[in-house]
């Protein structure tokens, strides 16, 4: 299922260039030093040195930047392929965490509403360079991660798909989300920083949500047939499960023998999964 075909992502890449347009301007914003800005903040972001075959936006973890994910092994891989890179900057000046996202969870409050301020960012992008029908890949690590799962379950059209790392929903879960996604949800083993069933802070008012209790809340909501995935596979040191008889939409989770972290491979391995969904998918 991530195996690469040629063929189909060459065709893929047609689509996507068809999509995409020509593009009449190259960045006047958006670099390490100059963010663009939009009504609720800034973001960095990244041409290729071709017409982008689509746009992935990467939301870094809590106290990290958006500058920091200029460098990023997504942001290098993504660019490599013809892909815009899109790096928000999660800023609450006024909040407990600064550099963060108002993710779903009791207890917490932040200066912004994210989903407002992702949304603006991505118009603006589409806007600017002409994206309007590109194909468009949302990924998240850490407290990043947490927020692609609640863009993913409030505004499941925001994205053509979601990819978030070590995060998960925060409690308390919502009960059911707003219509199916594709997800690809990749998480390590021996996290302790985010647990695969999560942990409480501040004397256990605000607390991580279980990634499994997330995942059971997206089969629901994708009316998945079964809780058991259909598929299990195995690549390297990855270990993988597959629903694929959702009545919409597509899940899949990566374990890994790591901690807090990406895994190796992982930039290349979800950007294939990207580019093989099916033509009718996207």
Not at 67 to 82: E, I, W
Not at 241 to 258: E, N, P, S, V
């Amino acid at each position: 299922m991530l195996s690469r075909s040629l063929l189909h992502v060459a065709g893929l890449v047609s689509i996507f260039l068809l999509h995409a347009g020509a593009v009449s301007a190259q960045p006047d914003c958006g670099d390490a030093e100059a963010p663009c800005s939009v009504a609720s903040g800034s973001y960095h972001l990244i041409f290729p040195e071709r017409d982008p075959v689509g746009i992935v936006m990467h939301l870094h973890g809590g106290g990290a930047t958006g500058k920091a994910m200029l460098n990023s092994d997504l942001a290098r891989v993504s660019v490599a392929r013809g892909y815009v890179v899109v790096a928000p900057n999660g800023e609450h000046p006024e909040a407990r965490w600064t550099k963060d996202w108002s993710v779903r969870a009791d207890n917490t409050k932040h200066d912004r509403d994210d989903a407002v301020f992702l949304q603006e960012v991505i118009a603006d992008v589409r806007d600017r360079y002409q994206l309007a029908d590109a194909p468009f890949l949302l990924a998240g690590f850490s407290r990043g991660g947490s927020m692609v799962w609640d863009m993913a379950c409030r505004l499941p059209d925001f994205a053509d798909a979601y990819t978030p790392v070590a995060g998960a929903f925060w409690e308390s879960l919502p009960e059911s989300c707003a219509g199916p996604v594709r997800l690809f949800h990749a998480h390590g083993w021996t996290d302790r920083t985010v647990p695969l069933e999560g942990r409480s802070f501040r004397d256990g008012t605000v607390v991580q949500g279980d990634v499994w209790a997330s995942l059971k809340v997206l089969r629901e909501t994708n009316r998945c047939g079964n809780r058991q995935p259909e598929t299990n596979s195995f690549a390297g040191e990855y270990w993988l499960r597959h629903w694929t008889d959702c009545d919409a939409g597509q899940i899949d989770l990566l374990l890994h023998k790591g901690g807090h972290s990406a895994p190796e491979g992982w930039a290349e391995t979800v950007l294939d999964w990207f580019e093989n969904l099916s033509l009718k998918q996207l």
